[in-house]
């Protein structure tokens, strides 16, 4: 009968424990409890808390997951088994991991760091803890044997979070446990911020571990907290928890003062005195009060008072909790007293200390994350691309740059993956990056063509894939981009790719806009044939140009037979220049340029062989490409690129009066095309080249109307280390030539920013560098002086453009042109500023334009496409 009662009580009993464990695992529910360095796929349930704990391995949000370890066996021996190992990260300065949960829920989230000397080392590290992109905490552990652990109250608005380790150079990072506990969004509530916890106390503790789950359901650490001045009480009974659901266990032991008439002092010292803080204080009645009995008490911070009077309730959680962030004082003192008609002491069951956290950096913008989290994955981007992409500031992945204003997520507006060996096709997940202002993928492996869905980024302004192995074309929308600077497009040195517009079929290269001041069918009819027949025009260069490329890479020496062959004899001539004549001719099926220098020329010739082989080796998409060259005997030639539209100068002074006039637009995107060849010269070219004659007629127009940059070929190579000038024998043309350098003789860049300020006056007015009315000869930054005295922008500019431009970019340009032609070179811009310049008066023309099109207002290209105009002598 004994025996079977046993076995019948060992029935319920083991009844009792495996519904319990089922019930422990319920109450589990939301909770997550990573082990850090335990293996991948592993778990197991702490005995003493009944927690299952899983690897950390598939939270660490990286390439690098850190190296798994354990600690000495000595520290073991007492521990939990999660303090067992740990995950340190020697490698990448910030190392994060990455857990979902759910959002908008407030979350308890505790990291533990137990050092255990893991490492042999016996040196503890310190790092710093970040929650996303806003600090945490440093952890600094102070013993070997010591869990040092970090916990927060905090809501997290997206459905993930990210806990990040920081490398600061004083130790390897490492973490034993990180675990999530869902919380009630009714408790610990602050206006703003998060809670760090400062301390969480069980007064009256009669044990000497901490409790935690499944004592308590959020597995919140209760601490031991006792004072000399003080006696404990407690009750066998259960005490309900209350809102914040303390446990029974901790609410059913109290501190009294050992002295009915003193206070229960709790100073509290926080961890600055800027620091906010919020405290919890829970109260319960733990005798059963005879009827002249009665406990009361007031709560005074820092000798005021502060709350009460509060009777706690009989077995039963009441708790005192600030609603709004208590600013620290020199002393912050809790005294609770029992008001005068109180005939029992205070007491206090529990008490919670948190410091506000202000965690106001905000994520990247969740759509930018995920592009660039795929883009990463894609290329397996091996850059220490950890944690969130943008913030903080200092922590922002390696060639990334990001918009940031303080009140919206940042967004990615650059992304530089130059050298990063990439290979494959340019990954379409880069379109989801839509804010993307600059993407350099240069100097990697990327194969196929050129994705049409970078010209529907709509804010992109640099985009470099130099030095790749994509073929087929650009997108036309691209290069129209490219052409009006809205973009600068670099695609060079890449393997079958043809840059031209041309390449593309459906497309039509219109480029120069002018606005005709008539509307009506009839005229756009006319343009429309027109730009058909350019179209046809085109048919023909389209083929040439594979050929180009392939020209290109035979740039070489001729021979004079060779000359001979491709000029037909000099049946053509094209000009007559300084240097030489022009011929026109067909190497290799393409339309080339014949210069011929006249044996008279006293350059030597082994000083022009060495001129002209570095001169092949300068490329800009505004300089005219020099294809080849001839020395033989007394003949020196130079081949290059023919230039369909001609020079500029025919186009502004168009000697037939037919109303083909370049627009302001197309002017300004010349003038920008110019003013970039140039300078590339100074700035781009080691040593640099000072052109020594820019002008107009060395301004030539590319088949759409790119112009480019001519006869830098002559220009002398400018040594580095002779100083800034070098003294040499003037040349230049009349009307262009740099005072300054004609007087001293001394030639420095800012020479050709002054021929330039002259071409680009010439742009504005149309008008020819001298004039020569009557008696006089008229330069034509005289005459623009004078007109700016009648302050009208509109008399300074080609009157056939009939005012139609905006003021406000035509004076800009004017006065930049003025700039430029200041007399004494230092108060001269220099090139890039000439750049910046000329890009913010095409911008503002652009935005007109923009703007007419929203009144619905007609404009079409009035230029002249199916005329080539012969170049002139270069
Ligand atoms: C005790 O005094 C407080 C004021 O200090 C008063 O609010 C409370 O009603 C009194 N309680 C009893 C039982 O007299
Ligand atoms: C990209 O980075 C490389 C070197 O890291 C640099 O030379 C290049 O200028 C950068 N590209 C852009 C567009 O800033």
């Given at each position: ?30 909770f997550?409890?990573l082990?850090?360095?335990?293996p ?30 354990t600690?000495?066996?000595?520290y ?13 990260f ?58 040092t652990?970090n916990?927060?109250?905090h ?46 106390l069980?007064?009256a ?21 006792n004072?000399?001045d003080?006696?404990k009480?407690n009750?066998?009974r ?58 009361a ?7 005021q ?20 962030a ?23 069951n ?8 202000d965690?106001s ?15 990463k ?21 390696e060639?990334?740059?990001c ?13 530089n ?15 989801n ?8 993928l240069?100097?990697n ?55 031209e ?13 002018a ?18 027949m350019?179209?046809k ?24 037979s ?12 094209l ?46 998409r505004?300089l ?6 001839c ?6 030639a ?17 000697d037939?009066?037919?109303a ?5 637009q ?34 030539l ?8 940059l ?13 100083g800034?000038h ?22 420095n ?7 330039f ?17 009557a ?26 453009l ?39 008066c095409?911008?503002a023309?652009?935005a007109?334009e ?12 009035a230029?002249?496409v ?9």
């Amino acid at each position: 009968m004994g025996l079977m009662f046993k076995h019948l009580l060992y029935a319920v009993l083991c009844f009792a424990l495996t519904h319990d464990l089922v019930h422990a695992q319920d109450k589990q529910s939301g909770f997550i409890s990573l082990d850090c360095g335990l293996p991948s796929d592993s778990s197991y349930s702490e005995p003493t808390t009944s927690i299952n704990y899983i690897s950390d391995a598939p939270f660490i949000d990286s390439g690098v997951s850190g190296v798994s370890r354990t600690i000495e066996a000595q520290y073991k021996a007492t521990l939990q088994l999660q303090y067992a190992r740990v995950r340190s990260f020697p490698q990448g300065i910030r190392n994060c991991y990455r857990v979902n949960i759910t959002g908008g829920t407030k979350y308890l989230i505790r990291a533990t760091f137990l050092y255990g000397n893991y490492d042999g080392l016996n040196k503890l590290p310190k790092f710093d803890l970040h929650l996303g992109p806003n600090f945490w905490d440093s952890v600094t552990p102070a013993f070997a044997s010591d869990a040092t652990i970090n916990e927060l109250i905090h809501t997290p608005s997206l459905n993930h979070i990210q806990v990040c380790l920081l490398n600061k150079g004083s130790g390897t990072p490492f973490i034993s446990a990180l675990e999530f506990r869902p919380l009630t969004n009714t408790t610990y509530v602050t206006i703003s911020g998060s809670l760090a916890l400062a301390w969480r106390l069980d007064a009256a503790s009669t044990s000497n571990r901490s409790y935690r789950y499944d004592d308590d359901v959020f597995d919140r650490r209760w601490s031991r907290y006792n004072s000399d001045d003080w006696t404990k009480i407690n009750t066998p009974r259960t005490v309900e928890g209350g809102n914040y659901q303390v446990p029974t266990i901790v609410m059913n032991t109290a501190s009294t003062p050992k002295n009915a008439n003193s206070s229960i002092d709790i100073p509290w010292e926080p961890p600055d005195n800027t620091t906010q803080y919020y405290i919890y204080m829970h109260f319960a009645e733990l005798q059963q009060l005879k009827t002249n009995q009665f406990r009361a008490f007031n709560i005074n911070l820092n000798g005021q008072y502060w709350y009460g009077p509060i009777v706690p309730p009989n077995f039963s959680t009441y708790t005192v909790y600030t609603q709004s962030a208590l600013t620290p004082a020199a002393n912050n003192r809790f005294s609770i007293l029992k008001t005068e008609n109180s005939t029992l002491p205070p007491i206090i069951n529990a008490i919670e200390f948190y410091t506000l956290k202000d965690f106001s950096q905000l994520e990247t913008d969740q759509d930018d994350v995920v592009a660039i989290t795929n883009i990463k994955s894609t290329y397996g981007v091996k850059k220490n691309w950890e944690g969130d992409p943008c913030a903080p500031q200092e922590y922002i992945w390696e060639g990334l740059n990001c918009s940031s204003n303080g009140f919206d997520p940042p967004r990615i507006t650059s992304l530089n993956l130059s050298s990063s060996g990439l290979i494959g096709e340019i990954t379409s997940y880069i379109s989801n990056l839509v804010p993307l202002q600059s993407l350099d993928l240069s100097n990697n492996s990327l194969t196929g063509s050129i994705p049409e869905f970078l010209s529907k980024l709509p804010n992109l302004k640099v985009l470099n894939l130099e030095k790749n192995m994509l073929n087929g074309s650009v997108p036309a929308e691209l290069v129209e981009r490219s052409r009006s600077g809205r973009l600068t497009l670099s695609v060079g040195e890449n393997k079958n790719l043809c840059a031209e517009i041309s390449c593309e079929k459906k497309k039509i290269n219109v480029l120069i806009p002018a606005i005709a001041s008539v509307g009506g069918v009839f005229i756009f009819l006319l343009a429309a044939v027109a730009i058909f027949m350019g179209l046809k025009r085109g048919r023909k260069p389209r083929a040439s140009n594979n050929q180009n490329d392939s020209f290109e890479s035979k740039r070489r020496q001729f021979t004079y037979s060779e000359i001979l062959k491709i000029t037909n004899n000099f049946q053509t001539i094209l000009g007559k220049g300084g240097f030489g004549t022009v011929y026109h001719g067909y190497a290799d099926g393409i339309q080339v340029a014949v210069k011929m220098l006249s044996p008279s020329s006293d350059q030597g010739y082994k000083e022009f062989q060495t001129e002209v082989k570095l001169l092949m080796r300068v490329h800009h998409r505004n300089l005219t490409s020099l294809v080849g060259y001839c020395i033989e005997r007394t003949t020196m030639a130079l081949i290059y690129e023919y230039m369909v539209n001609g020079n500029l100068e025919s186009h502004l002074l168009g000697d037939d009066s037919n109303a083909n006039v370049l627009s302001w637009q197309g002017r300004l995107q010349i003038a920008m095309d110019a003013s970039q060849g140039l300078e590339y010269l100074h700035n781009g070219c080691r040593p640099p080249i000072v052109h020594r004659d820019v002008k107009t007629t060395n301004i030539l127009l590319a088949e759409n109307f790119q112009a480019k940059l001519a006869d830098f070929g002559l220009s002398r190579v400018f040594p580095t280390d002779g100083g800034t000038h070098m003294s040499t024998a003037v040349v230049g043309t009349p009307g262009y030539l740099d005072p300054e350098y004609h007087i001293t003789g001394r030639l420095n860049e800012k020479s050709d920013v002054y021929s330039f300020g002259v071409a680009l006056l010439q742009i504005i007015t149309s008008r020819p560098v001298i004039s020569r009315a009557a008696h006089e000869n008229t330069h034509v930054s005289r005459w623009v002086s004078s007109m700016l005295g009648i302050g009208d922008v509109k008399s300074i500019v080609d009157p056939r453009l009939c005012g139609d431009f905006k003021v406000n970019s035509a004076w800009k340009a004017v006065e930049l042109a003025m700039d430029c032609i200041s007399e004494t070179s230092t108060e001269r811009p220099n090139m890039s500023e000439v750049v910046t310049r000329l890009k913010e008066c095409l911008a503002a023309e652009i935005a007109r334009e923009n703007e007419s099109h929203l009144t619905g207002s007609k404009e079409f290209y009035a230029i002249n496409v199916t005329t080539p105009l012969n170049p002139s002598a270069r």
